[in-house]
C-alpha cells in the first residue's frame, strides 16, 4: 500500500512476508512510488514478519531507482525480521533507517 504524506512525499507500506512467493507484489509498489515527482519516498517494514533474499532485493532495487532519480529513500520501522539479513548481508549501512514514519519526517 502506497500513501502520499504530502506532495512528493511518499510512504510505500510493506507487510507480512516478503519472500520469492510476494517479491513481485513489492517490486510493483516499490518502482511505482521510486519515480518522478517523488523527492522522498519511506519504506514502512514494522508489519514485515519475515524477508528472504528476494526481499532484501527489492530493498536494494529501491535504493538503486532513488539514486538515479535523485530521491530521498529511507526505511522505517525496521524489526528483527528486515534487521536480521540486513545485518547479514552488510546492506544495513547503505540504508537512512528510522523507528518511526514522524522521526523520518523530521529528519529528512
Not at 514478519?49 to 530521498?72: D, K, M, P, Q, Y
Not at 547503505?94 to 518511526?100: A, D, L
Amino acid at each position: 500500500m502506497t500513501e502520499e504524506l504530502e506532495p512528493g512525499v511518499l510512504l510505500v507500506r510493506l507487510s507480512g512476508e516478503i519472500d520469492i512467493a510476494t517479491t513481485d507484489f513489492a517490486s510493483e509498489s516499490i518502482r511505482a512510488a521510486v519515480a518522478p515527482p517523488a523527492r522522498l519516498v519511506l519504506i514502512d517494514v514494522s508489519a514485515v514478519t519475515f524477508c528472504s533474499s528476494a526481499g532484501l532485493g527489492n530493498l536494494v532495487e529501491a535504493r538503486n531507482l532513488a539514486g538515479e532519480h535523485n530521491i530521498t529513500l529511507a526505511l522505517v520501522g525496521v524489526g528483527r525480521p528486515v534487521d536480521r539479513p540486513l545485518a547479514v548481508t552488510g546492506l544495513g549501512g547503505q540504508f537512512q533507517i528510522f523507528s518511526t514514519v514522524q522521526e523520518a519526517l523530521s529528519s529528512l
